[in-house]
């Protein structure tokens, strides 16, 4: 599948299309209008289209949705802390579904996520990998079912 999407990214090159980065791949994709907005709220856009390559584990707007509105309210109006909770799921590198193996990362936050895995798929910190190896010319996106708060 990966030389597949390799591939892919050198034939729109050559006709003169741009691969897009995380947070194009993630506005395109139309389920991230939250996670959209905190990332321009919080200053981080510019960050998710650099270089990377990062492994983001996306919460939906379905996911931001289940925050109760006081609290989400009061996290976006908190840069400092919604800048930790957005880079707290984020990982540095390349992190595709079958390479995930059980136990600590650290997060671009600092503090470490828990990944585990079992029939049931992939968790982070108990979120719900709900579609995983959503590809980027930056890094990888995997969508999540919550958000998931640094300890």
């Known amino acids: 599948m990966k030389s597949y999407f390799a591939i892919t990214a050198l034939a ?3 006709f003169g299309v741009q691969a897009k980065d995380i947070v194009d791949t993630a506005v395109a994709a139309g389920q991230f209008n939250t996670l959209a907005a905190a990332l321009d709220k919080a200053g981080l856009v510019s960050t998710l289209k650099g270089k990377g390559p990062f492994t983001v584990f996306a919460p939906t707007d379905a996911a931001f949705a289940k925050v109760p ?3 989400l309210d009061a996290l976006l109006a908190d840069k400092a ?3 930790a909770v957005l880079t707290y799921h984020v990982v540095a590198g390349n992190v595709m579904a079958k390479d995930v193996k059980p136990g600590k ?3 671009l936050q600092g503090s470490e996520l828990t990944l585990a895995t079992s029939d049931g798929g992939v968790t ?3 979120a719900h990998v709900v579609k995983a190896d959503i590809v980027a010319d930056n890094g990888v996106i995997h969508v999540i079912d919550s958000v998931v708060m640094p300890k």
Do not use: I, M, N, Q
């Open 12 to 14: 729109l090159a050559a």
């Open 69 to 71: 509105k006081a609290d």
């Open 124 to 126: 982070v910190d108990g």
């Open 81 to 83: 802390k919604l800048t």
């Open 105 to 107: 990362v650290k997060t």
